[in-house]
């Protein structure tokens, strides 16, 4: 089964601020990452936390609190060109990354 | 300029039939990857290269090989295909395969079998 667990679907307005979730049953890991794909596209890496904190990058924030075993995405002042899948990652030794369910973000006007 | 490039983009095929998948980088990573994406977006890794050696090989029928020539290089050869083995496959990429490398993904391969 699945050791990450995110909401499958999220919707939200555009400039909305909007946080995707991820719960994990694991540990030992090294961090969690984020990636988002757009359909039809290949995932495309957009934040790391190797450390309890947040992580910002411009519009997108990334929190991870291993004694909760939880992080989350932040995406703020949303526009249409984020409605993607948004995958929760752990990464492992040898740079293995093992893949959340996803969670399919649609942004409306 | 391409970074991980993939070929076929999209390949129909019969039951039964060996198809093969390729994938290069020029970024001059020592790492690559292939993943298998299902069709409800489950993506799981299959295969890990460093310096054309087998790193990860998870739990994948033997139909499937990965065959490295170089490090720029992970090919993917799949005998006796079945329908279940329809899927997107994506290479990727990393610099050395540390826990903190940045994966870089191709445009994935549309692989579908009737």
């Known amino acids: 089964g699945q050791s990450l667990e995110q909401p499958s679907e999220v919707t939200a307005v555009e400039g909305a601020i909007v946080q995707i979730n991820c719960t994990y049953q694991t540990s030992g890991f090294y961090g969690l990452s984020w990636y988002q794909q757009h359909d039809g596209g290949a995932p495309t890496f957009l934040s790391y936390n190797a450390l309890d904190g947040l992580e910002e990058t411009g519009r997108f924030s990334s929190f991870l609190s291993r004694s909760d075993s939880y992080g989350y995405l932040l995406l703020q002042e949303l526009q249409m060109k984020d409605s993607a899948s948004y995958f929760c990652?752990?990464?492992?030794?040898?740079?293995?990354?093992?893949f959340g369910g996803g969670t399919r973000l649609m942004v409306k006007p | 300029d391409t970074a991980v490039s993939q070929t076929p983009k999209y390949l129909v095929t019969q039951m039964g039939n060996d198809k093969s998948i390729k994938c290069e980088q020029n970024l001059g990573h020592d790492t690559m990857y292939w993943y298998k994406q299902d069709s409800k977006k489950f993506l799981k890794i299959m295969f890990s290269y460093n310096n054309k050696e087998l790193i990860i090989n998870e739990t994948v029928p033997n139909r499937f090989s990965p065959k490295s020539p170089d490090k720029a290089h992970l090919n993917l050869h799949i005998n006796s295909l079945e329908l279940g083995d329809s899927a997107v496959y994506f290479c990727?990429?990393?610099?050395?395969?540390?826990?903190?490398?940045?994966?870089?993904f191709g445009p994935g391969t549309r692989l579908l079998v009737l």
């Open positions: 990652v752990k990464r492992d030794a040898g740079n293995m990354l093992t």
């Open positions: 990727a990429s990393s610099g050395s395969g540390g826990a903190g490398e940045t994966q870089y």
